[in-house]
RNA sequence: GCCGCCGUGGUGAAAUUGGUAUACACGAGGGACUUAAAAUCCCUUGGGAGCAAUCCCGUGUCGGUUCGAGUCCGACCGGCGGCACCA
């Protein structure tokens, strides 16, 4: 009786099936309810596919199966992000074409993938490299700039010394190369930049994510990353230095201001000096002859320090007096202005009013510059009454030794501040705000922690940006008429180091005509990140071949937004936000149709890591890697697909454990064995198992508990033994369609069917038929459980609980009358004494 | 330092709105089949006491709320992720 499941016969056999019959092909114009399941597409890497990627790729397939099965039209595409680093510094290691590489990587990975079983529709695949696809990112990036929001600068920038390139500042991982772990330095070359902080996008991006079904964490982390701050701006006028210290004092009008951000304009009467960042544009201006020379040295040994080395916490705080003064608003009084590196030139205004007694880094500043140190906030130490009490002074946020010794950073009761003195700090934020701007010297501000979006790279696989410098017009943009802009070959792929990419040394290509006045002009010869070709990758499957436009807004109406997306956190700051940019910019101008709203993902999964299974993270270079092929080949992709799901909860890190998959396969022979013994006529599982585990099953994969979904199909196949009704295998394997959709085709094809189970209907459930006839009560005697009884559903409160009273065991832990009694109906009774 | 998430058997993990903690699987131990092994099937498997019925303890630690806490609240300990002189 036993028969051997030949798991690579199955499988290749139905995957070619499905693949002559386009059985995952899916129309453009959905008749009926649609749904858009996108999965993050991978980089084509030589590594190939990583047991990471199917785990993704499983669960959004899983739901696909699912929708298709309730009949709902699914679009459910796969592509490549295939411009990147890894192929060009392959082609510098081996001077093959980075194309070809990527090339070879792609036809491997897509292989790898289709193994495994997925309802891709392959017909709409996208390859970001493809010029008829960067066609439309060079589109995109020119819509930017013919509306402001891609600017050339030539700003001090993250560079890679390794990669030879600039960095956003997402890409920048503790002061590191998110790529090669290299420490990042600063470089002044020209740039361009998107201006994803424009005050058009900025709010919308952080008020967005209220709307979005995405995981708390992932909302918190793009929240903070945008980190906005309210407090005000306010303006500090420059005493004018004596004209005989300093010979720049004409340039110093009647009046002059430092303006300075602050989130704690109630600190206001404690600001006792002032710092500027070493950059600041006012430095020279203000510094007198007499500290220009410590000035001057100080400034330097900032700009040679490198990121890492500026923002160390551990490191003592530095700076040098400037000589010059200025006057506090509030009170009148001379503070002097210094410069320090802890000041940021990039965030505010780059200055600030230093508040020592306040604030833990001014103070850090002042003790070790004895500066003056003026207390304006008293902790309000007082606890709240409270019966009983309630935690110690630390629970409370306060310290013993708050007042005395350190300083005091939150709210409490303002002091040393004229009028102001004994109101609420919070209150006192408010007016102090509002008497600032009646005399003109501060309004209300807004500051974020958000930057311009660095977006060029001095590299050579990438899209070249579509901007030809001329002489007489500037930038200009290429005509869209003669997009794409292709990619040139070179002959040697080497970053130049120089802040210019490969590109600039074929001269044939960079030497152009300007498109507006037919002089002579320079195309510009960076390329674009690789977040380019990822921002609106998920538009183009809508409409994968259109050679007019993006995608026709028809067909985006048809699919969007996306109605699930699955992938790895790790792209929280990166990937996700830039797309919600991209897209929100597209929706205003129109190229996404305003119907489907400004937010591309309504709902967002995040897989958890798989680790190895030593619990590390998988790499390389401790050997711990799980090759997906290998356990493919070993025990099928069924097996893969079910174990990865049933290790854990889908969005939870969780080690990998090769004996754990045997558990998987052996479930997988239990159920090929099953198949050999089916009769109509046999006697079917009890209503309960059978339809409770259809409703379980439904609830679970729409809420992503996967895990437990395979252990209601074990639980059910447990209850088994001889031979097994028909129809109730059927609708077994119909549920164990999406989750193992070989093994469930050949049973399904077995039992004489000659169609698709992918294109079945999902079982229904009768909860009619899921109702027990007999409830067990657990009775507990003072909430510990004593005994158990099953009674008649029928049987109400009064008749359940006169049962228990009679039980011996209550009886013996009861000892006379329950004072009262606890009735939870088809649960408990308990008795409490 | 700040923000977020997480601590349940030997292991991966289950557990509607608070309601019988440890489902399902792995591993381990025992048994059946076999000349033997593998495979398969059956039984046992949180800790402790007891011949047993049964009892006590038990979801990182301590406390609280509640008839009842893995679940809610507070403090602490440990781990993971993110940010990091952002004024």
């Known amino acids: 009786m036993a028969r051997e499941y030949n798991h690579q016969e199955v499988e290749r056999k139905w995957q070619a099936a499905w693949e002559r019959d386009g059985v995952y092909h899916v129309s453009d114009s959905p008749a009926s309810a649609s749904a858009y399941v996108l999965d993050m597409f991978p980089y084509p890497s030589a590594q190939g596919l990583h047991v990471g990627h199917p785990e993704g790729y499983t669960a959004s397939d899983i739901y696909s199966r699912y929708l298709r099965a309730r009949g709902t039209t699914?679009?459910?595409?796969?592509?490549?992000?295939?411009?990147?680093?890894?192929?060009?510094?392959?082609?510098?290691?081996?001077?093959?074409?980075?194309?070809?590489?990527?090339?070879?990587?792609?036809?491997?990975?897509?292989?790898?993938?289709?193994?495994?079983?997925?309802?891709?529709?392959?017909?709409?695949?996208?390859?970001?490299?493809?010029?008829?696809?960067?066609?439309?990112?060079?589109?995109i990036f020119i819509q930017l700039f013919k509306h402001g929001l891609a600017y050339e600068s030539d700003a001090p920038i993250n560079w890679c010394p390794k990669d030879k390139t600039g960095l956003a500042n997402e890409e920048v991982i503790d002061g590191k190369c998110e790529r090669c772990g290299t420490p990042v330095t600063k470089k002044q070359i020209k740039q361009w930049l998107v201006k994803i902080t424009d005050a058009k996008y900025i709010e919308r991006l952080l008020h967005g994510l209220d709307t979005l079904d995405w995981p708390e964490s992932i909302k918190t982390?793009?929240?903070?990353?945008?980190?906005?701050?309210?407090?005000?701006e306010i303006k500090f006028e420059i005493l004018n230095p004596k004209s005989e210290t300093n010979s720049n004092?004409?340039?110093?009008?009647?009046?002059?201001?430092?303006?300075?951000?602050?989130?704690?304009?109630?600190t206001l009467f404690g600001a006792t000096y002032m710092v500027l960042s070493p950059e600041h544009q006012l430095v020279d201006v203000i510094t007198t002859d007499k500290q220009k020379k410590t000035v001057d040295k100080y400034k330097k040994e900032a700009a040679a320090k490198s990121d890492l080395e500026r923002t160390d916490l551990a490191k003592e705080k530095t700076g040098v007096f400037t000589g010059a003064y200025a006057i506090n608003p509030a009170n009148e009084k001379k503070v002097p202005i210094w410069i320090a590196d802890y000041v940021l030139s990039s965030y505010?205004?780059?200055?600030?009013?230093?508040?020592?007694?306040?604030?833990?880094?001014?103070?850090?500043?002042?003790?070790?510059?004895?500066?003056?140190?003026?207390?304006?906030?008293?902790?309000?130490?007082?606890?709240?009454?409270?019966?009983?009490?309630?935690?110690?002074?630390?629970?409370?946020?306060?310290?013993?030794?708050?007042?005395?010794?350190?300083?005091?950073?939150?709210?409490?009761?303002?002091?040393?501040?004229?009028?102001?003195?004994?109101?609420?700090?919070?209150?006192?934020?408010?007016?102090?705000?509002?008497?600032?701007?009646?005399?003109?010297?501060?309004?209300?501000?807004?500051?974020?922690?958000?930057?311009?979006?660095?977006?060029?790279?001095?590299?050579?696989?990438?899209?070249?940006?579509p901007i030809v410098h001329c002489e007489k017009c500037g930038n200009v943009a290429v005509p869209e008429d003669q997009l794409p802009l292709e990619l040139p070959n070179v002959e040697k792929y080497e970053p130049t180091g120089t802040g210019e990419s490969p590109l600039a040394a074929i001269s044939d290509w960079v030497n152009t005509t300007c498109p507006e006045c037919g002089g002579p002009a320079k195309r510009e010869t960076n390329t674009m990140p690789q977040w380019a070709g990822s921002n609106w990758y998920w538009l183009r499957y809508?409409?994968?071949?259109?050679?007019?436009?993006?995608?026709?807004?028809?067909?985006?109406?048809?699919?969007?937004?996306?109605?699930?997306?699955?992938g790895g956190a790790e792209h929280a700051v990166l990937h996700l936000l830039y797309a919600r940019f991209i897209y929100m910019f597209l929706y205003d101008i129109g190229a996404v149709p305003q119907e489907v709203g400004e937010?591309?993902?309504?709902?967002?999964?995040?897989?958890?890591?798989?680790?190895?299974?030593?619990?590390?993270?998988?790499?390389?270079?401790?050997?711990?890697?799980?090759?997906?092929?290998?356990?493919?080949?070993?025990?099928?992709?069924?097996?893969?697909?079910?174990?990865?799901?049933?290790?854990?909860?889908?969005?939870?890190?969780?080690?990998?454990?090769?004996?754990?998959?045997?558990?998987?396969?052996?479930?997988?022979?239990?159920?090929?064995?099953?198949?050999?013994?089916?009769?109509?006529?046999?006697?079917?599982?009890?209503?309960?198992?059978?339809?409770?585990?259809?409703?379980?099953?439904?609830?679970?994969?729409?809420?992503?508990?996967?895990?437990?979904?395979?252990?209601?199909?074990?639980?059910?196949?447990?209850?088994?033994?001889?031979?097994?009704?028909?129809?109730?295998?059927?609708?077994?394997?119909?549920?164990?369609?999406?989750?193992?959709?070989?093994?469930?085709q050949?049973?399904?094809?077995?039992?004489?069917?000659?169609?698709?189970?992918?294109?079945?209907?999902?079982?229904?459930?009768?909860?009619?038929?899921?109702?027990?006839?007999?409830?067990?009560?657990?009775?507990?005697?003072?909430?510990?459980?004593?005994?158990?009884?099953?009674?008649?559903?029928?049987?109400?409160?009064?008749?359940?609980?006169?049962?228990?009273?009679?039980?011996?065991?209550?009886?013996?832990?009861?000892?006379?009358?329950?004072?009262?009694?606890?009735?939870?109906?088809?649960?408990?009774?308990?008795?409490?004494?």
């Open 74 to 139: 699914v679009l459910h595409p796969m592509g490549f992000d295939a411009f990147g680093l890894p192929a060009e510094n392959y082609a510098i290691k081996t001077g093959t074409h980075p194309a070809k590489t990527t090339q070879e990587n792609i036809d491997n990975m897509r292989q790898q993938i289709k193994r495994l079983g997925f309802s891709y529709d392959w017909e709409r695949e996208v390859i970001t490299s493809d010029p008829r696809y960067y066609k439309w990112t060079q589109w």
């Open 221 to 232: 982390l793009q929240r903070n990353w945008i980190g906005r701050s309210e407090g005000a």
């Open 249 to 266: 004092s004409k340039a110093i009008n009647s009046k002059q201001y430092i303006t300075v951000f602050t989130t704690r304009p109630d």
């Open 348 to 465: 505010g205004t780059g200055a600030i009013m230093a508040v020592p007694a306040h604030d833990e880094r001014d103070h850090a500043f002042a003790e070790k510059f004895k500066l003056p140190i003026v207390q304006v906030i008293k902790p309000a130490r007082v606890m709240p009454a409270m019966n009983p009490p309630m935690g110690s002074a630390a629970a409370w946020g306060m310290g013993d030794s708050d007042l005395e010794y350190t300083c005091w950073t939150g709210d409490g009761q303002m002091m040393n501040s004229g009028k102001y003195d004994g109101l609420d700090s919070v209150e006192g934020k408010e007016k102090i705000i509002a008497d600032l701007e009646k005399k003109g010297v501060g309004r209300k501000a807004v500051n974020y922690k958000l930057r311009d979006w660095l977006f060029s790279r001095q590299r050579y696989w990438g899209e070249p940006i």
């Open 542 to 566: 809508c409409d994968p071949r259109n050679n007019t436009q993006l995608a026709d807004p028809e067909k985006l109406k048809a699919w969007l937004p996306v109605d699930m997306y699955v």
């Open 599 to 744: 937010e591309p993902f309504a709902v967002l999964k995040n897989q958890g890591l798989i680790m190895g299974e030593d619990g590390q993270k998988m790499s390389k270079s401790r050997g711990n890697v799980i090759n997906p092929d290998d356990v493919v080949d070993k025990y099928g992709a069924d097996v893969l697909r079910m174990y990865e799901m049933f290790m854990g909860p889908f969005e939870d890190a969780k080690p990998w454990s090769t004996q754990g998959i045997v558990g998987i396969r052996r479930f997988v022979e239990k159920v090929w064995d099953v198949g050999a013994r089916t009769a109509p006529d046999a006697a079917a599982s009890d209503d309960v198992l059978v339809h409770g585990t259809i409703k379980s099953i439904t609830e679970k994969i729409e809420q992503f508990r996967f895990n437990t979904c395979i252990s209601d199909l074990m639980k059910w196949s447990n209850a088994w033994s001889g031979p097994v009704n028909q129809s109730e295998f059927e609708i077994f394997i119909m549920l164990l369609a999406p989750f193992a959709p070989h093994l469930a």
């Open 746 to 833: 050949e049973l399904w094809s077995q039992l004489g069917h000659d169609s698709y189970i992918a294109q079945e209907q999902w079982p229904a459930y009768d909860e009619f038929k899921i109702v027990e006839t007999e409830i067990t009560y657990a009775i507990q005697v003072n909430g510990k459980v004593r005994d158990t009884i099953t009674v008649p559903a029928a049987t109400d409160e009064q008749g359940t609980i006169q049962i228990a009273l009679q039980q011996e065991k209550v009886q013996k832990h009861l000892k006379g009358e329950p004072k009262k009694t606890i009735f939870v109906k088809d649960k408990l009774v308990n008795f409490v004494t």
